[in-house]
Nanobody, 121 residues
Framework: QAHLVESGGGLVQAGGSLRLSCVASGRIFRIIGMGWYRQAPGKQRELVAR???????NYADSVKGRFTISRGNARNTVTLQMNNLKPDDTAVYYCTADLAMRNGDPVDGYWGQGTQVTVSS
């Protein structure tokens, strides 16, 4: 079983920055891609950013130019650098990973527990 643990959430003023990190642990064969979703109160969970195994990235339009996703050299970590934060960015942020536990296993999606990001105006 794989586990994803996020860190780095908190309270920040509008215009400030936060850096979220996520580590995937367990006897993982291969991680195909990792990403971040967020869910604000009363809203559906939405994709924030995703990075594939080859380094290709995609972002929600609302965060382009402000957020940057990257993976660590160990390939089991993903970070989300969030700059120029806005009150609308307030949400619980969830780390995700598409991975296979063993060679030949299907790729499954895993989720972290979430970390709260609150941006005050």
């Amino acid at each position: 079983q794989a586990h994803l643990v996020e860190s780095g959430g908190g309270l920040v003023q509008a215009g400030g920055s936060l850096r979220l990190s996520c580590v995937a642990s367990g006897r993982i064969f291969r991680i195909i891609g990792m990403g971040w979703y967020r869910q604000a109160p009363g809203k559906q969970r939405e994709l924030v950013a995703r990075i594939g195994d080859g380094g290709n990235t995609n972002y929600a339009d609302s965060v382009k130019g402000r957020f940057t996703i990257s993976r660590g050299n160990a390939r089991n970590t993903v970070t989300l650098q969030m700059n120029n934060l806005k009150p609308d960015d307030t949400a619980v942020y969830y780390c995700t990973a598409d991975l296979a536990m063993r060679n030949g296993d299907p790729v499954d999606g895993y989720w972290g527990q979430g970390t709260q990001v609150t941006v005050s105006s």
